[in-house]
């Protein structure tokens, strides 16, 4: 069993930047590929970027790419998702999620976080 627990949204400015943490309560956290998921009112949840578990590769959304960075420190059980130069159109719940793959694909995530509300003002 993986718990996750996320931290580190709230309101921001548009142009300004968050960084969410998720951290995992397992043993073995270095067994897991990490993920990063969003969900906005109204709308399906949506893959945003996604860790391989050594942290070697990445993976993001094109929506994100070049804004978002998805890291991982495996010796404090943490992955990270550092958001800058947000829109208003990145407000949503964020959720992490953990699996034995790295995927952009949420149903192949066995765990989640309760997730995280971002909100950016325009």
């Known amino acids: 069993q993986v718990q996750l627990v996320e931290s580190g949204g709230g309101l921001v400015q548009a142009g300004g930047s968050l960084r969410l943490s998720c951290a995992a309560s397992?043993?073995?956290?270095?067994?897991?590929?990490m993920g990063w998921f969003r969900q906005a009112p109204g709308k399906e949840r949506e893959f945003v970027a996604a860790?391989?578990?050594?942290?070697?590769?990445?993976v993001y959304a094109d929506s994100v790419k070049g804004r978002f960075t998805i890291s991982r420190d495996n010796a404090k059980n943490t992955v990270y998702l550092q958001m800058n130069s947000l829109i208003p159109e990145d407000t949503a719940v964020y959720y992490c999620?953990?699996?034995?793959?790295?995927?952009?694909?949420?149903?192949?995530?066995?765990?989640w976080g309760q997730g995280t509300q971002v909100t950016v003002s325009s």
């Open positions: 397992v043993r073995t956290f270095s067994s897991y590929g």
């Open positions: 999620a953990a699996g034995p793959v790295t995927t952009t694909r949420p149903d192949e995530y066995a765990y």
């Open positions: 860790i391989t578990r050594s942290g070697t590769r990445t």
